[in-house]
């Protein structure tokens, strides 16, 4: 069943590996079938030298396990409810890469720092807020997901695929399971370029508007000019 999103999934959980973003089997990558209803995601504590596409754990929308004989990822629950509340999404990566989970470590989002920055993520990466005793206490991993989906109020989740975990670390997301690995990837760089930016100048803002605008428009949305999918504007 769905053996094509289970290579996707295996392969953007190894992406990650390949870029040091994961130590041990801490990270983890899922993706959904939107018309089937059903999320492949990477199984628990299953190192990855040995992981197969089989082991990818089959579940749909209420984390019922549809098709797998292994227990799927602990964070599956938060994977789901963006799924949920996010219906644009294909794939969700969480990881505990370093930089990105100091930032989120210090309770501070990403500033916009730089064009590197713009070209993925329409302004600061955003940190939730912190949970509350009742939160850890009760459904931590669904209230994890909910305490993204309330920062998210106001922000378009195609145009911000990242968000920190106040505490924890960061989720990222994107259209297949490659490309919320790439976001996952790129976000990883980018923190640790704000992390050398605001050491070298506590002062810096972050870049204009315009500048902003400029290069995140490039890449993004039907004026987009960056690459080759649109061929007549190169
Ligand atoms: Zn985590």
Not at 114 to 141: C, K, Q, R
Request: hydrophobic share 40%.
């Amino acid at each position: 069943m769905l053996d094509e999103l289970r290579s996707q999934v295996l392969e953007a959980n190894l992406e990650i590996v390949r870029h040091g973003l994961v130590l041990y089997t801490f990270g983890n990558v899922s993706g959904i079938d939107r018309q089937a209803g059903l999320v492949a995601i990477k199984p628990s504590g299953v190192s990855y030298e040995i992981m197969t596409p089989e082991d990818m754990v089959i579940t749909d929308l209420n984390g019922k396990i549809v098709e797998g004989s292994l227990r799927p990822s602990s964070d599956l629950g938060t994977h789901l409810l963006l799924y949920r509340e996010f219906p644009s999404i294909g794939a969700v990566v969480h990881t505990h890469s370093e930089y990105a989970t100091a930032w989120a470590q210090a309770g501070r989002s990403i500033p916009a720092y730089g064009t590197t920055h713009a070209d993925y993520f329409y302004g600061p990466v955003p940190v939730t807020d912190e949970l509350s005793a009742a939160d850890i206490n009760g459904d931590y991993v669904h209230n994890t997901g909910l305490a993204i989906i309330r920062r998210f109020h106001n922000i378009d989740p195609d145009a911000m695929p990242a968000v920190l975990v106040a505490g924890h670390a960061p989720f990222c997301w994107g259209k297949t399971a490659s490309d919320a690995a790439h976001n996952a990837v790129v976000l990883e760089a980018v923190a640790r370029m704000a992390f050398f930016t605001a050491t070298l100048n506590p002062d810096q803002q972050g870049i204009s508007q315009t500048l902003l605008d400029r290069h995140y428009f490039r890449k993004h949305g039907t004026n987009a000019t960056y690459g080759q999918q649109r061929g007549n504007h190169l």
